[in-house]
C-alpha cells in the first residue's frame, strides 16, 4: 500500500469537517466538525513521522491533542452560557455581542 | 520490539485491508457526523471516526497517542460532549431554515473545491515509502517520545500547562452563576400562582386512562383533542408527544371494515 493513502484520508476528513463547519448551525455540532479536523491533521502528522522516521510528528501530534483538549473546554462553556442567556445553541441566534 | 519496528517500516497486505477496511467506516462516520440531524448521534458517528483514528495511529507506530486518543478523545472529550448535548440538547435539533439563501449548496461546493485542491496537492507530492521508526524507537518508544518532550520541545510543553490551567479557570468563570437573589418558597410561588391567575390547580396527569398511561401520551380533552398541558415540558420541546385520539376512530373503521368483508364473502358463498 502507497503511505499517501493515510494522507488521502486525512485530507478527505478534513474536507468534510470544513463542509460540515459550513453547513451546520448548531454550535455543539459545529464544535464537532472542529473537532474532526484536528483529528485529521493529527492522522498527517503520524502519517508523516513514520515516513521521514523521527518522532517529531507525534510529538507535534501530542501537542494538538493538549490544546484541542482546553480549547474544548472552553467551547463548550461558552456554548453552555450562550444557551443559558439565549436559550438556543444555534450560531444564526448568537448575532449580538451581548443581550 | 524490533519485529514492530520491522513492521513500521513496510506495509503489508493486512495493514492495506485494515486501512481499506476501517478508512471506509471512517469516512462515512464522518459524513454521518454532519448529516445527521441529532446531535447526540453526530457524537456518537463521532466518536466512532476517533476509535479507528486511534487504530490506524497503532497502525503507524504511534503506540502512546493512540492510547491517549482513546482515553482522551473519546474518553473525556467525547464524553464532555455529551454532557453537553445532555444540558443543552433538548431543542437542540437544527432548524433547516437557511438565513442566506442557497448557503447548503455553496458550502458543499467550497468543500467539495477544497477537497480536490487538497487531494491534487498530495498526489502531485513524491511520497513512495516509509521510512520506518525502527531507529528512533531503538531505546523504546514511550523514552524516545519523553526525551524529545522533555528536552527539545520543553518551552511548548510548559506553555501547554499554563494553557490547561487557565482553560480550567476559564471554563470555571464562563459557567459559574452567582445566586444574587434568594430562591422563592414555596408559599411565594403559590401567591404568584394565585396572582397570575393562569393555571391555578396542578398540571393535569398525562395519559388517557384505562387504555394507556405512558407519560408521553396527551390525555385527551372531553371533545377528543389531546391537551399538551398533560405532558411534560421536555418531551413537549422533543416533540415526543405520541398522539392516539384518532386510534380509537381508526380501530373503529377497522373492524368496520373486517365485519363487511366477512358479511360479503359469507354472501358471495351463499
Redesign the interface.
Known sequence: ?????????A??????????V?????A??L???V??ML?AC??AF??F????????G??I???T??????????G??????L??TR????V?DASLMKL | MSALAAAASTTSTGEAVQFWVLGTVAVIGALCTILMKKAVHSALCLAGTMIILAVFYLANGAYFLGVVQVVVYTGAIMMLFLFVVMLVGVTAADSLTETIKGQRWLAALCGLGFGILLIAGIANAKLTHFNGLGRVNSAGHVEGLAELIFTRYIFAFEITGALLITAAVGAMVLTHRERTERAATQRELAERRVREGVQLPPLPAPGVYARHNAVDIAGLLPDGTPSELTVNKTLRARGQIRDVSSEALEDLKALEQKSAERLGREEASK
Do not use: W
Open positions: 500500500m502507497n503511505p499517501v493513502n493515510y494522507l488521502y484520508l485530507a478527505l476528513l478534513f474536507t468534510i469537517g470544513a463542509a460540515g459550513l453547513i451546520r448551525k448548531n455543539i455540532v464544535f464537532m466538525c473537532e474532526l483529528n493529527n492522522l503520524v502519517a513521522s513514520r515516513m521521514h522516521g523521527n518522532l517529531d507525534q510529538i501530534a501530542f501537542f491533542m493538549v490544546v484541542a483538549a482546553a480549547e474544548v473546554v472552553v463548550l462553556a461558552i456554548i453552555v452560557s444557551f443559558r436559550h438556543s445553541a444555534s444564526d
